[in-house]
C-alpha cells in the first residue's frame, strides 16, 4: 500500500469519526424535540418536515457526493432518531417482502416497526383503530392500472391520504439454483407475470408458470422446491435466502407502482403538493363537464381521473380524481366551492407532498 492511500484512509477516519460525533449531536436535538412535542401534544412525525429537509439538503450540495444518494442517507438518519423519540409503527399489505413492504422501507426507513397484515381492509381498520400510526397500500401501477378496493376503501373510511409512494418495479427471478435448465415451475402475483411474459417466454417457455397472492408467497414456494423459481423483489431474495437466477425481467422498464400512505390527518402544505377528491354527480347531460370545469378555470392541473360503480344505485359512479395544490390553497378553495355546487357529494381525501421516485434494487 502506499504512503498516500494510508494518509487518506487516515483522513476518512477523522471524517467518520466527525459525522459520527454529529450523529449522536443530531439525535440529542431530537430528544429534547420529542419531549416539547410530549409536552404540547403534538404530532412526533411530521412528513413535510422531512421533505423539506431532503429538498434543502439537495440544493446545498455542491457534490462530489452524489445528489441522488443524499434522500438515501438522511432518510435512514431520521428514521433512526425518529425511533428514539418514539418507535414509528406502520402497517402494510404483506406478507413481508412484497413491493408494498420496499415501499415502506424506501419512504420510512429501516428503524421504522413494520406491521404486515392481511388485506388492504386490515390496513386501514390497523390505522383507524391507532394501532400503528399510518398504513401504506398500493393504489396503481403504470402498467396494470389502477387497484380497485383500495378507492373502494376511502367511500366509507375517514382516513386521510397523508403521503405517496413511487417504486419502480423491478422484478426478480428468484430460486435456489441458478441454473435456468433446472427450474420448472415459476410463481408469483398474477401483475408480475403479466409484466414478466415476454421475459418468460424466450427464457424459460419450459416451465409451468403459477399464479400466487403475492411475490412474498412465490418466494415462500420457491424456497421449499429446489425446481421452483419466484418473481419477485430484491428484498425478497435477501428475506427468504434465495437466489438471484436474472434480474430486472420486466418487460418494460418503466414500471411504477404508486403507493398511498393514509394516516388520521392531511399533511399541511408545502408548496409541492397534491390533492385527491372522491364525488358523485347529478345524472344529466354535461355534469361531468361542470365538475370539471372549475379546475381548468383555475388553472389546477389534473392528474388522475377514475370511476368506480357507487354500489348504492345502478349506473351511478363515484369519481376519483387526483389535482396538483393543496386544500389550502385559494384557487383550489375556489375550485372545491364550484364543484360542491354541482356534485351529490364531495369528499376531500387528503392534500400531501408529491412522491419522490424510490428504485426497488
Not at 469519526?17 to 409536552?39: M, T, Y
Not at 404486515?116 to 402498467?143: C, H, L, M, W, Y
Not at 419450459?206 to 424456497?223: D, K, M, R
Amino acid at each position: 500500500m502506499s504512503i498516500r492511500i494510508a494518509e487518506l484512509r487516515k483522513k476518512i477516519d477523522e471524517v467518520d469519526s466527525q459525522i459520527l460525533e454529529l450523529l449522536n449531536k443530531r439525535a440529542g436535538f431530537v430528544v429534547e424535540i420529542g419531549k416539547e412535542k410530549a409536552k404540547a401534544n403534538l404530532d412526533f412525525h411530521v412528513p413535510q418536515r422531512e421533505e423539506e429537509i431532503f429538498a434543502r439538503l439537495v440544493s446545498e450540495n455542491s457534490g462530489p457526493f452524489p445528489g441522488e444518494a443524499i434522500r438515501l442517507v438522511f432518510r435512514e438518519i431520521i428514521s433512526a432518531c425518529l425511533s428514539l423519540e418514539h418507535p414509528l409503527r406502520v402497517a402494510y399489505l404483506g406478507p413481508k417482502g412484497t413491493f408494498t413492504h420496499l415501499a415502506c422501507m424506501r419512504r420510512f426507513g429501516l428503524s421504522t416497526q413494520f406491521i404486515p397484515v392481511r388485506t388492504i381492509a386490515d390496513v386501514f381498520a390497523e390505522v383507524e383503530k391507532r394501532n400503528v400510526d399510518f398504513g401504506v397500500v398500493p393504489i396503481e401501477n403504470s402498467s396494470e392500472g389502477v387497484v380497485s378496493h383500495t378507492l373502494d376503501m376511502f367511500v366509507d373510511s375517514g382516513l386521510k391520504i397523508s403521503g405517496e409512494i413511487l417504486l419502480r418495479v423491478s422484478h426478480n427471478l428468484l430460486s435456489l439454483t441458478v441454473e435456468l435448465e433446472k427450474i420448472v415451475k415459476v410463481y408469483s402475483h398474477p401483475h408480475a407475470i403479466a409484466q414478466s411474459k415476454k421475459w418468460l417466454e424466450a427464457n424459460l417457455s419450459h416451465a409451468a408458470v403459477f399464479e400466487v397472492g403475492s411475490t412474498a408467497a412465490a418466494a415462500e414456494l420457491a424456497v421449499q422446491d429446489h425446481q421452483a423459481a419466484a418473481i419477485a423483489s430484491e428484498l425478497a431474495a435477501e428475506l427468504y435466502s434465495l437466489k438471484t437466477v436474472s434480474r430486472r425481467i420486466e418487460d418494460n422498464p418503466h414500471n411504477y407502482t404508486r403507493f398511498l400512505v393514509v394516516g388520521k390527518k392531511s399533511a399541511p402544505p408545502t408548496g409541492n403538493d397534491k390533492t385527491s377528491i372522491m364525488f358523485s354527480i347529478k345524472d344529466r347531460v354535461g355534469a361531468l363537464y361542470r365538475m370539471l370545469e372549475p379546475f381548468a378555470v383555475n388553472r389546477i392541473n389534473l392528474t388522475k381521473i377514475e370511476s368506480r360503480p357507487s354500489r348504492q344505485k345502478a349506473w351511478e359512479y363515484i369519481f376519483y380524481v387526483d389535482f396538483e395544490g393543496h386544500v389550502e390553497e385559494s384557487r383550489v378553495k375556489t375550485a372545491l366551492d364550484a364543484v360542491s355546487e354541482e356534485c351529490l357529494f364531495l369528499k376531500v381525501l387528503g392534500s400531501y407532498p408529491k412522491g419522490a421516485y424510490h428504485e426497488s434494487s
